[in-house]
T-cell receptor
Framework: EAGVAQSPRYKIIEKRQSVAFWCNPI?????LYWYQQILGQGPKLLIQ????????DSQLPKDRFSAERLKGVDSTLKIQPAKLEDSAVYLC???????????FGPGTRLTVT | AQSVTQLDSQVPVFEEAPVELRCNYS??????LFWYVQYPNQGLQLLLK??????LVESINGFEAEFNKSQTSFHLRKPSVHISDTAEYFC????????????FGKGTKLTVNP
C-alpha cells in the first residue's frame, strides 16, 4: 500500500511570495489533515477534511492560508502572501479509522527568506 | 481544550541502557493517548496508542507506555535501547467522541550513543 505522498519536499521563497503544497492521501482514506510543524515544536493542526468537506479549520490563518480537497482525494494547501514566521515543515496525514491511526507523509520543508 | 507537556526536550543515553520519556496531559474530557516517532527526514509514525482497556500498551519494537489517569501521564519506556532508536518522539492526545484531532507535545529528542 502506497503511503501519503507530498510535494515538493523542499521550497525556498521570499516573503510576500505565494506557495502551494500538494498531498495525495492513502487510497480509501476519507479524512485528510494538514499540520504545521515549526522547528522545536510539535505538529499543529491547520485543517481537517472529511471527504471534501472541512471538519476543523479553527487554527488556519485564513487571511493568508487556504486549502482545498477536490473530489475528496488530493489536497492543496496555499500560502499567499508568505511571512517569515511561516517557515516550517508542512505535514499531510490521512486516516480511515480507527481513532488515531493517522498516517503521515514526509512533509514539505518551507523556508521563507 | 487539551494540552500536552513533554518534560524533556532532549534525552541522551548509552546503547542498551533503559530509557523513559515523560508525557503529561491536561484535558477537561476523556482522551485517547498516542506516541508517535519521527526519524530524521521522515514523517511521523504511530508507535503505540491507548484507547481503552489495559493501561499498559506495547509496541512491536520493545517500547511500552502506561496510562496513569490520576497523574494524567502516559510515559514511554524501553528497558534496553538501540542506536536505531535515535529519533524524536511525540506524545499526543485526542478528545474522545471528537473529531479525531491530535494535539501534540513539543517532542523529545532521544539520542542513543554507542
Amino acid at each position: 500500500e502506497a503511503g501519503v505522498a507530498q510535494s515538493p519536499r523542499y521550497k525556498i521563497i521570499e516573503k510576500r511570495q505565494s506557495v502551494a503544497f500538494w498531498c495525495n492521501p492513502i487510497s480509501g482514506h476519507a479524512t485528510l489533515y494538514w499540520y504545521q510543524q515549526i522547528l522545536g515544536q510539535g505538529p499543529k493542526l491547520l485543517i481537517q477534511f472529511q471527504n471534501n468537506g472541512v471538519v476543523d479549520d479553527s487554527q488556519l490563518p485564513k487571511d493568508r492560508f487556504s486549502a482545498e480537497r477536490l473530489k475528496g482525494v488530493d489536497s492543496t494547501l496555499k500560502i499567499q502572501p508568505a511571512k517569515l514566521e511561516d517557515s516550517a515543515v508542512y505535514l499531510c496525514a490521512s486516516s480511515r479509522g480507527p481513532v488515531g491511526e493517522q498516517y503521515f507523509g514526509p512533509g514539505t520543508r518551507l523556508t521563507v527568506t | 481544550a487539551q494540552s500536552v507537556t513533554q518534560l524533556d526536550s532532549q534525552v541522551p543515553v548509552f546503547e542498551e541502557a533503559p530509557v523513559e520519556l515523560r508525557c503529561n496531559y491536561s484535558s477537561s474530557v476523556s482522551v485517547y493517548l498516542f506516541w508517535y516517532v519521527q526519524y530524521p527526514n521522515q514523517g511521523l509514525q504511530l508507535l503505540l496508542k491507548y484507547l481503552s482497556g489495559s493501561t499498559l500498551v506495547e509496541s512491536i519494537n520493545g517500547f511500552e507506555a502506561e496510562f496513569n489517569k490520576s497523574q494524567t501521564s502516559f510515559h514511554l519506556r524501553k528497558p534496553s535501547v538501540h542506536i536505531s532508536d535515535t529519533a524524536e518522539y511525540f506524545c499526543a492526545v485526542s478528545p474522545q467522541g471528537g473529531s479525531e484531532k491530535l494535539v501534540f507535545g513539543k517532542g523529545t529528542k532521544l539520542t542513543v550513543n554507542p
